[in-house]
Structures are given as structure tokens and as C-alpha cells.
Nanobody, 118 residues
Framework: QVQLVESGGGSVQSGGSLRLSCTAPGFTSNGCGVDWYRQATGKQREWLSSISTFGSTSYAASVKGRFTISKDKAKDTVYLEMNSLKPEDTAMYSC????????????WGQGTQVTVSS
């Protein structure tokens, strides 16, 4: 069973920064890449950012310019550097690894909570 593990969440004041980590065995060099999502209480899950096996990146408009995704292939880890955090960034953050035909095989971590206070 493939398992992704997130870490790095916590509580921070508005304007602060956090770096999330996602240990994603096999997904930094193979498969379809790794994505970051978040889900705030009472809201739908929101896609934030993706990084492909080739290193290309993409971002949601809500985080572009504030969040940066990167990876360390040697450590099989994907990072999400989050700057200029706002209270509305408060959510459970999860990473997803995709593989298989048409990238239909998805594997999720358990999530890490980020709380931003004003």
C-alpha cells in the first residue's frame, strides 16, 4: 500500500510562513507527479499546486505568488513553501500522488493542519 505522509503544519499568525513536506515514495521521479490540496471546514477540497515528474509546476490563482512547490528527488519529498499566510488559508492540507493509465491511480496522505490567526 502506497502511503504519502505530510508534515510541517501548525499555527502561525497572519503574514507568517510555513513549509509543508510530503514524503511521496516513487512519485517524485515516476508516475504523474504530486499535488497539494486543502480543505477548510465546511468547504470543498481545493487544488493548490502541482509538480510533475519533470519538475514543471502550476498553481491556483488563490496561492500563486505566495506558495511555492518544489521537490527533492533524493528524499522522495515534495515541499509547499507558504508565505504571506492569511486567515483564509486555514485548512487541512493534503498531498496526492498520481500514477497509472491517465493518472487515475491516486494516493493520499492523512493531511496536516494549518491554522492562521489574525
Amino acid at each position: 500500500q502506497v502511503q504519502l505522509v505530510e508534515s510541517g503544519g501548525g499555527s502561525v499568525q497572519s503574514g507568517g510562513s510555513l513549509r509543508l513536506s510530503c514524503t511521496a515514495p516513487g512519485f517524485t521521479s515516476n508516475g504523474c507527479g504530486v499535488d497539494w490540496y486543502r480543505q477548510a471546514t465546511g468547504k470543498q477540497r481545493e487544488w493548490l499546486s502541482s509538480i510533475s515528474t519533470f519538475g514543471s509546476t502550476s498553481y491556483a490563482a488563490s496561492v500563486k505568488g505566495r506558495f511555492t512547490i518544489s521537490k527533492d528527488k533524493a528524499k522522495d519529498t515534495v515541499y509547499l513553501e507558504m508565505n504571506s499566510l492569511k486567515p483564509e488559508d486555514t485548512a487541512m492540507y493534503s498531498c496526492r500522488g498520481s500514477s497509472g493509465d491517465y493518472c487515475r491511480d491516486n494516493y493520499w496522505g492523512q493531511g496536516t493542519q494549518v491554522t492562521v490567526s489574525s
